[in-house]
């Protein structure tokens, strides 16, 4: 029996997922789109390729590549040279390798969200990517997402050591 998200009214299937699951999800994409500009709701592919990518044990590479796909159909994994981003490492082989080794590393939530940003392995849709590799660490980590991305990075960041 499917019913409609009581906040998104997107179909929620009651036998696999709560329904305040798929309303906190599907609220934590609204915000991940609202800091890239977009506003509206999610296609039902990319909140059901979501909820695939959270219930993963663990995560590989070919699974951030078809997240991101989920976000920016267009978007390519930065394997080949030439395939560079201002201001980030330059695309080549090489990118796989540092995406594995950020994938199996045990880097906190915080600071593996920092490191994909500055690796942006995508040629498009890297913050939806990182955000939702970092919602995965944080459930991972059995930590709290109830305050959304942006106040629990935050506040995230103000527990780090940095120096000004």
Partial sequence: MTEPCNS???PTDNFTLHKWLCCDLCRFLRESNK?????G?????????ARAFLS???????DLCQM?????????????????VQGHPKGGPEMILDLQHLLESS????????????LHPFTDGNGRT??????WQMQACGLSTELGFLHTYYY?????????
């Fill in 107 to 118: 880097a906190p939530p915080y600071e593996a969200h920092k490191w994909f940003e500055a």
């Fill in 68 to 84: 991101c796909n989920a976000f920016q159909p267009d978007a390519l994994l930065r394997t080949q040279p030439g395939m560079d």
């Fill in 8 to 10: 998104c009214g997107h």
């Fill in 130 to 135: 990182g955000r939702i590799y970092w919602l």
């Fill in 35 to 39: 800091i890239k500009g977009i506003f």
């Fill in 41 to 49: 709701r999610s296609t039902k592919d990319a909140i059901f390729k």
């Fill in 56 to 62: 993963l044990r663990q995560i590989e590479v070919a």
């Fill in 156 to 164: 995230q960041s103000l527990t780090e050591e940095t120096v000004i």
